[in-house]
């Protein structure tokens, strides 16, 4: 083989080299990455543990050149800040949902287990399986903003719910019935001096914790509100409770259908079937835990305020505790389609049968 034969080959090689498509698992922690890395047409390289500041200094070095770098890691407390700084250099970054990688049941998890198994997947989801893990959307960081504050408005509700009942199950041990809304300071004046001098010191410590978090939720309140200002809502859904959805669903138009919003709900009954035998059972619970909550709630005021809506017609009509709570729960999956309907434009209110509130004030 003459020189210019193997600077030829030498060059094909290179460019080929530089054009690799390589794909990187990460399992992230606060303290440490653990990745490991995949060429195309080669089985996954040893994973390696690495600080973040390595990590993010070798993943860079990958990216250069012509090669197209994909990467993965899992949802989790570390936000969507390492996302971010991925995509700004280049690499197509996928945040995917938390689940178990142990299929062969092993019982075996380690930070390296977790990095093949995703960058295994991740090789298998490029390749056009869709199936093999769930896709989390990441909001824009305007859209994080919001959710925060929501989020926090959640938080020191949960807080002050729990220093309510800390306190009256204190009270309810010396065998003092407490009555409802003990805590606030109209109803706290008159009932706190009949509590033992013992007992009362002791309660007035989460009287006062409870008291705190509740100014908080009132002043997160108005904030989240806001969020909603503007636009005309369905009569009993409310401001509040429509800022919370729009917040946790970031952006209607990311369903293609309605088994989509229904299924990102969790209020799809779940199924056992096979064969000619099919059962269904309780709803699945899989999505987001909160729209869930909100659109329940939504269901009972609705109740009260939208009799004419078609699907709380069959609520109405649904006799007993149990039969009740079935019927709330289809109409949420509906109502939770319909404003998707009405959100991206595909059919207006009036022709779901809900009724429109003026828009609120800024």
Known sequence: MNTNEKTKDSSLAKAKE???????GLDVHAAQITVCRQEEGLGPQPAQKMSWEKALKWIREQAEGERKVFSCYEAGPCGYGLHRILEAMGVSNIVVAPQRWDEGNQRVKTDKRDARQLVDRLDRYLRGNRKVFAVVRVPSEEQEQRRCVVRQRGAALKERNRCVVRGHGMMLAQGVRAPSGWWKPACWIEFAPKLPPWLHEQITLWQQKAVSFEKEVVALEKKVSLQSAGKALPKG???????LLGAEILDWNRFKNRRQVASYTGLCPSEYSSGERRRQGAITKHGNPRIRHHLVEAVWRLEVWQPDYPPIKKLLAAKGPRTRKR????VARRLAIDLWRVETGQCSAQ????????AAKA
Not at 327 to 330: D, G, K, S, Y
């Open 18 to 24: 530089e054009t690799t498509t390589i794909k990187l």
């Open 237 to 243: 859904l409310g401001s509040l409770t429509a800022s």
């Open 327 to 330: 019927a709330a729960v289809a």
């Open 351 to 358: 022709k779901l049968g809900l009724q429109l509130m003026p």
